[in-house]
């Protein structure tokens, strides 16, 4: 007699959108070339938002493959930082149901 319903449990939040690592006073070679890189991934990350669901994954492999060290002989250590931003982001990519 009397038993309330009970209320859904609250949904998780959003992982926060991906954002290119500040650059910090001085930044060397390296640092401006990983943060191109971290913007370029922010964007095409955002961008497959707007993809079709059947393209998404695809295309979020090609961003994985372009970045992965092992494709970038000549530039291992930005293709590294990048990559692992990409990593970094997981919980966001999962989210929209990505990962």
Do not use: C, Y
């Amino acid at each position: 007699p009397g038993a309330s319903p009970t209320e859904p449990p609250p949904k998780p939040a959003a992982p926060d959108r991906p954002e290119p690592t500040a650059l910090m006073e001085s930044p060397s070679d390296e640092d401006r070339e990983v943060f191109k890189g971290e913007e370029e991934v922010v964007r095409d990350m955002t961008a497959l938002l707007e993809k079709p669901f059947s393209q998404q994954k695809k295309a979020l492999k090609a961003i994985r493959a372009k970045w992965h060290p092992d494709k970038n002989p000549d530039s291992a250590s930005v293709a590294t930082r990048v990559f692992q931003f990409i990593q970094e982001h997981e919980a966001w990519l999962a989210h929209h149901g990505l990962a």
